[in-house]
């Protein structure tokens, strides 16, 4: 993993790892794929204005969050069929977060499964549901999670049916969690449970269950609102990557008013197009907690599994921490709105328009 010296050289090891099925589904999105570039247009319109004269010789990056300290104020998302990017799955990214400092969210849809990952990789991290079964079935499924030593649950509501992905279905392309689906929002022989979840489902679990709940694909101001009101523990802006609904407001552009609904009362994580250093920065201008970074993630895997997510990491670290001191802050909790101004995107925004060194051959 020392030949990776910078995040290109992930992204480009990744692309040359994957065959052109695996590639499509990591990179592409719902429809027209609007809500995908939209995600990276607007990461790139918000430029910095910076401040001088501080002292930032010594700049901190942990944060706090759900009783963890992160390293870097960054979460390695869910990602269904995760073990095709990389063989060890779910456990790769759990060793890796585990050595590195930083939470995941592990999702239902990818393997090994989250009792095995927990035994293999003991430590904290977050379990992500998709609902594939009744209450009694959700029931068993979260006592299960607080037994395997999971610090939170996390319910995506983003996903009451699965979205059309042209190029998956233009070759015919089954994601590796549609194979093994039975009940889910991706079987068409019975039961989409995912569509019944509402409130009363987040209010089942919260008046149930004594674990943190974070409920992921907030991107209303209302719901965001409703989320806190109801309990939930940490409130998660995303879009999913502009993999499911098309057409929808980039996710950096919904965050500042569901931090202001939430007016500091919960954590806010917000993901969507998020891949280098400064991005991170920029999430937390606005507000969030933390930021995810789930394409990073899945190109890191792709690049080398555990040890490449590892490398991915150290080198994110090093860019957040540049960026930090450039903004002439010493402490991402200092961060603030005041350093960011509205400017326009330099050019075409796609999955990996933060690599513009890729498409220069490099």
């Known amino acids: 993993m020392g030949d990776f010296n910078t995040l290109t050289d992930i992204v480009r090891v990744a692309k040359s790892n994957l065959d052109k099925g695996d590639w499509d589904y990591l990179v592409g999105a719902a429809d027209t794929e609007a809500s995908l570039r939209r995600n990276r247009a607007a990461l790139d319109s918000w430029t910095f204005l910076p401040r001088i004269l501080r002292d930032v010789s010594d700049v901190k990056t942990a ?8 390293r ?16 060890d799955g779910g456990t790769a990214v759990a060793q890796a977060a585990a050595d590195f400092g930083v939470l995941q969210i592990l999702s239902s849809s990818c393997m090994p499964d989250f009792e095995t990952v927990a035994q293999e990789v003991p430590g904290p991290r977050i379990y992500q549901l ?31 049916v699965y979205s059309r992905r ?64 109801a309990g939930v523990d940490v409130v998660y802006v995303s879009n999913h990557g502009g993999r499911q609904l098309d057409h929808t407001v980039a996710c950096i552009d919904a965050l500042p008013a569901v931090v202001e ?60 921490q540049i960026s930090l001191a450039l903004t002439g802050v010493s402490d991402i909790a200092d961060l603030h709105p005041g350093l960011l101004h509205r400017g326009q995107p ?7 328009s933060a690599f ?3 498409e220069e051959g490099y």
Not at 72 to 87: H, K, W
Not at 138 to 157: H, K, M, P, V, W
Request: with cysteine; hydrophobic share 45%.
């Open 63 to 70: 944060t706090q969050m759900l009783g963890q300290t992160l």
């Open 72 to 87: 870097i104020p960054v979460l390695l998302p869910p990602i269904g069929s995760v073990q095709a990017f990389t063989e």
């Open 130 to 160: 998709y609902l594939s079964g009744d209450q009694a079935w959700l029931d068993d499924q979260i006592e299960r999670t607080i037994n395997s030593g999971y610090i939170g649950f996390c319910l995506t509501a983003d996903t009451q």
């Open 166 to 229: 042209e190029r998956d279905i233009m070759k015919g392309y089954v994601p590796m969690q549609a194979r093994m689906a039975t009940g889910t929002m991706l079987d068409q022989t019975g039961v989409n449970y995912q569509s019944t979840m509402n409130w009363d489902t987040v209010a089942h679990i919260k008046e149930k269950f004594d674990i943190p709940l974070v409920v992921k694909g907030v991107m209303h101001p209302d719901d965001a609102k409703q989320c806190v009101e």
């Open 261 to 320: 609904a939430v007016a500091g009362r919960v954590p806010v994580v917000v993901d969507g197009g998020f891949m280098r250093g400064a991005d991170v920065i920029k999430g937390l201008c606005l507000g969030a907690t933390a930021v995810g970074m789930g394409r990073f993630e899945a190109l890191a895997a792709a690049a080398g599994g555990a040890p490449a997510i590892l490398r991915g990491l150290s080198i994110l670290e090093r860019e957040i």
């Open 346 to 352: 330099q050019g075409a925004s796609h999955a990996l």
């Open 356 to 358: 513009p060194l890729l």
